[in-house]
């Protein structure tokens, strides 16, 4: 069964770093997600892309974060300046178009530490 | 504001007993509502949603619009029903809100 992959599993960085975190959505998918899960709290939505742009974003997605899908199969989060708070488990995910536009397909999450 | 409230952080019973996960949500819109599931060392993955009617490995919701709720549902609860599951609502857009999930722990 096709399923959405996440590297790395785990990253650690410095604060003040740049990090990109990298998906491979289900190939014949439309809709791209992330979202993070900080430790012990509920999983937040950060944006939705689709059509190569952002459809929808939270206000946690503020201008140190950007997405990419630099090819046809990758699907990137990028944080220009990591803060000790963007410490979370991150989850891209993905689904197929139209009717089942909300069944999400989730990967097994990079968990970002700042140090 | 669209927000998905789970009240119980934990919850145990034993094997056989009926369970009940809550959920209520508040939205102004018509929302699509959804259970997620993520079993130990799995990832995250749909469990149900309210369109779909169905029943999913024994469990149902039903959307109570008046009392704004997706309660999860299972008659006799199984050990491998043990896992964490997420009440989740999605707007009329492209947009997902999850809730704090609960902790279900079956005991045998």
């Known amino acids: 069964e096709p399923e959405v992959t996440q590297t790395p599993s785990h990253q650690v960085t410095q604060m003040g770093q740049e990090v990109i975190l990298r998906c491979v959505p289900i190939?014949?998918?439309?809709?791209f997600y992330w979202y993070r899960q900080i430790l012990g709290q509920k999983v937040e939505f950060l944006v939705s892309?689709?059509?190569?742009?952002?459809?929808?974003k939270s206000e946690i997605f503020d201008d140190q974060f950007s997405v990419e899908r630099p090819d046809g199969s990758n699907f990137t989060l990028k944080i220009r300046s990591t803060k000790l708070e963007d410490s979370a488990m991150y989850f891209c995910a993905s689904t197929q178009g139209d009717l089942a536009k909300n069944i999400q397909y989730f990967g097994a999450g990079t968990r970002l530490s700042v140090l | 504001a669209q927000r998905v409230t789970q009240p119980e952080k934990l919850l145990s019973v034993f094997k056989g007993a009926p369970v009940e996960l809550k959920c209520n949500y508040s939205y102004s819109g018509s929302p699509e509502l959804f259970w997620y599931v993520q079993y130990s060392r799995q990832r995250l993955q749909l469990l149900l949603r309210h369109i779909s009617r169905e029943s999913i490995k024994g469990f149902t919701a039903d959307l109570n619009k008046g009392e704004t709720s997706f309660h999860l549902k299972k008659p006799f609860a199984q050990e491998e029903d043990s896992a964490m599951y997420y009440c989740a609502l999605n707007n009329t857009g492209n947009q997902f809100y999850f809730g704090t999930g609960t902790s279900l722990t079956v005991i045998p």
């Open positions: 892309f689709y059509n190569n742009e952002i459809s929808e």
């Open positions: 190939s014949n998918h439309l809709y």
